[in-house]
């Protein structure tokens, strides 16, 4: 906690406040979800209301599940590699929950009831809906927690803000299995009249004031004057200078940049901002960072954006028409030049914006994640990806079976619970004629295939990646995996979660003729038994993740067993209930 932040006399004890705790009442936004829109299963709105399952610790329907979990995401081709390694996070956020509560307080606890695999929250923030600053009110790094259910309360900076919002970010990658949430409660004081709300929101600008960081925005304001022309760099040549920054952040660019006028030029130099990328600036983000940057990436190459739409869109999200133009501009600018761009979880991007991406014609990686607000894509004029996610979006069967037609070399599409996709047999097909070099695919949950359709992924034969998770939860299989078996020798990664019809029988082709397995997901197959799971630990040299919780067959003693004898490999065994 900064001196700054001691010297603030909490609110409470200068006006008589009213004490309140309450529960979550709307889910505002979220960057991971693991149910489909018609199920309330694992949902985010089940952290709405108070808790259902808290104090019990397990897997339970009932609750928010946050669909990633460990390093396995992390080592799918189809991962994201950072655009930027200097700008990391060192909590390394990866998913994030925005929750609205009823009434406006000045925040003093909150109690996140976690039911299941806890430990993965690294910050918290606070917001009243109707202003665009969001105020970090703890962060931290993940932890290591027993089995069992927790009631987490960090410690939150004693602010005198008032909040409506508070987000929620979470740090998956030390847990062995699923994160789950039960509810949220946020306890605080509140005004108890329109004056003393009036007082609390002056008194917040001044204090807002006094804890704000210097922003990349905030270059263009603020020159410090070099009051000593002699520094350490006097000697160095330009050239030495620009290799030393471009090690550097743009945060610590931005400083550099305020040292002397030397530095300040240096640092406007668009070598350094050919890569960018925002999202752990997302709170900072705003139109005017948006075009102090449009001046400097003349040749950007990657772009990421992911996140960074919380403080432009007010609480119904009506885009902020300068930001958004500000967006559109530097689109259009570097359509020549953009190479790489990901817009994960922005919901500005819409039928106009898509236009604009479309015109950037050397683009070979485009991630769309959980972007909604379009309804027609035209991304079939782009001709070189490589790599393309539409991951929780509306993309419709034609629109994507042009994309496919469009892009010969793609080798990455990730297609999970795009819930609009009906004919996906048709888009299968599609991709073995077109798509020769498909390395991943990913459609969990899209639940219009067919066997024949999933038969025809034999014709890939330079696939490693398949998840199929959901895909065919109450049809027969037929001799699909068998055809996958045949014809995709290099599959390193599974996922068969709720192939219900599958049997020992017809899994034993995948086990005895891809040897290059390192992934196998058997979620919810209650037809497979120990014979088939011991076959697979036995034969498939490669093997490090055998998940086979839900598989009703199978003994908890049998699994047990299977970890002292391959310690190398993670077998999962979720349960539905622990007391």
């Known amino acids: 906690m900064s001196s700054r932040e001691t010297n603030i006399i909490p609110i409470e004890e200068v006006f008589k406040m009213r004490y309140l705790e309450q529960y979550v009442q709307t889910v505002v936004n979220y960057s991971s979800r693991y149910n489909n829109q018609c199920s309330y299963s694992y949902a985010p709105i089940n952290l709405v209301g108070k808790y259902v399952k808290y104090p019990c610790y397990g897997d339970f329907p009932e609750t928010y599940f ?103 970010e979470f740090n998956q990658n030390h847990l062995e299995y699923h994160t789950a949430l039960d509810a949220v409660l946020l306890c605080g004081y509140q005004p108890e009249s329109q ?21 990349v925005s ?31 952040d743009l945060k610590s660019l931005s400083r550099c940049a305020q040292v002397n006028t030397r530095l300040n030029k240096l640092c406007q130099n668009q070598a350094l901002y050919q890569n960018i990328s925002l999202k752990i600036y997302w709170y900072l983000v705003d139109s005017k960072a948006l075009e102090f940057f449009k001046k400097k990436i003349g040749n950007i190459k990657k772009l990421d954006l992911s996140w960074c739409n919380e403080t432009q869109l007010s609480f119904n999200r009506r885009l902020h028409f300068d930001y958004y133009s500000k967006l559109q501009s530097i689109l259009e600018s570097s359509s020549q030049t953009i190479t790489h761009l990901c817009l994960n979880n922005n919901y500005f991007v ?40 539409l991951s929780l979006t509306n993309i419709i069967d034609q629109d994507l079976i042009q994309i496919l037609i469009s892009n010969p070399h793609l080798e990455h599409l990730v297609l999970d619970l795009c819930e609009k996709l009906v004919l996906i047999d048709s ?17 969990w949950k899209a639940y219009s295939f067919t066997s024949a359709g999933i038969r025809k992924f034999g014709s890939c ?26 014809g995709c020798k290099k599959l390193r ?87």
Not at 427 to 443: A, R
Not at 463 to 472: I, K, P, R, V, Y
């Open 427 to 443: 888009i299968v097909e599609t991709v073995t004629l077109c798509n020769k070099k498909l390395k991943t695919w990913s459609s």
């Open 350 to 389: 819409d039928d106009e914006l898509l236009h604009r991406i479309a015109a950037c014609t050397e683009l070979k990686d485009l991630r769309l994640h959980h972007t909604f607000n379009w309804i027609r894509s035209p991304l079939d004029k782009l001709g070189h990806l490589v790599t393309l996610d």
């Open 218 to 248: 905030d270059v263009e304001n603020e020159r410090k004057r070099d009051k000593d022309p002699i520094d350490n760099f006097s000697m160095l040549p330009n050239e030495i200078i620009l290799k030393i920054l471009e090690y550097l």
């Open 461 to 486: 034969e330079n696939l490693e990646e398949l998840d199929l998770g959901w895909c065919l939860m109450c049809r027969d299989p037929g001799d699909c995996l068998a055809a996958i078996a045949n």
């Open 493 to 579: 990664r599974l996922i068969l979660s709720e192939w219900r019809g599958v049997t020992d029988q017809l899994l034993m082709p995948i086990i005895h003729s891809c040897k290059e397995l390192t992934q196998i997901d058997l979620i919810g197959i209650k037809g497979i038994t120990a014979e088939s799971c011991e076959k697979a630990l036995f034969l498939l040299p490669k093997l490090r993740l055998l998940d086979v919780s839900f598989c009703d067959s199978l003994r908890q003693h049998e699994v047990e067993i299977w970890r002292e004898q391959y310690p190398h490999i993670t077998i999962q065994r979720s349960h539905s209930d622990y007391s």
């Open 66 to 168: 946050l669909r990633s979990y460990g390093k396995w995401w992390k080592t799918s081709k189809a991962s994201q590699k950072e655009y930027r390694p200097q700008d990391f996070d060192l909590l390394a956020a990866e998913d994030y929950v925005t929750l609205e509560f009823g009434s406006v307080v000045i925040p003093r606890e909150i109690f996140i009831y976690e039911v299941y695999n806890p430990g993965a929250i690294v910050r918290i923030w606070g917001r009243l809906k109707t202003t665009p600053n969001w105020v970090l009110l703890w962060e931290g790094f993940p932890q290591k927690c027993a089995p069992r259910s927790r009631k987490f309360s960090p410690p939150l900076r004693k602010l005198n803000v008032l909040i409506n919002l508070v987000r929620i």
């Open 195 to 215: 004056f003393q709300y009036e007082i609390i929101k002056f008194t917040e600008v001044n204090i807002l004031k006094a804890l704000s960081t210097i922003t």
